[in-house]
């Protein structure tokens, strides 16, 4: 337990660990709103991915759209165990895969918004 407390307190005292998870997160959560407060739920299949010059490129279920923040997720916490644990050792390295994480959920943000912009509004 002393591990784990002195673990997540690394994040609290580094404001440059501390400020992109922040941020990470917030944008998480704004993807998971704007998911279920623009996306239709309906039985019916819908485009999951959009591109520019191709058009669409995955049509699915609507509940699989949550592959984009649960995956988005899921890579912020891995680059942020991975960065606590190598940041004393390599505080560059530790500093880049904590901003990673926020630069994924920057990713999953323009993509659904293009997804909404082009499809649902």
């Given at each position: 337990m002393k591990n784990i407390n002195v673990f997540l307190g690394r994040f609290y005292k580094e404001s440059a660990l501390f400020l992109p998870l922040l941020a990470a997160l917030f944008i998480n959560a704004f993807i998971w709103l704007l998911i279920i407060w623009r996306l239709p739920a309906s039985a019916a299949w819908i485009p999951l991915y959009?591109?520019?010059?191709?058009g669409i490129g995955w049509i699915g279920q609507w509940i699989n759209v949550i592959y984009?923040?649960?995956l988005s997720l899921l890579i912020l916490i891995i680059n942020?165990?991975?960065?606590?644990?190598?940041y004393d050792r390599q505080r560059q390295l530790g500093l880049a895969l904590a901003?990673?994480?926020l630069g994924v959920q920057v990713f999953v943000l323009i993509t659904v918004l293009s997804l909404i912009i082009n499809y649902f509004s």
């Open positions: 959009y591109n520019v010059y191709f984009y923040p649960g942020l165990i991975i960065s606590g644990l190598i901003w990673a994480g």
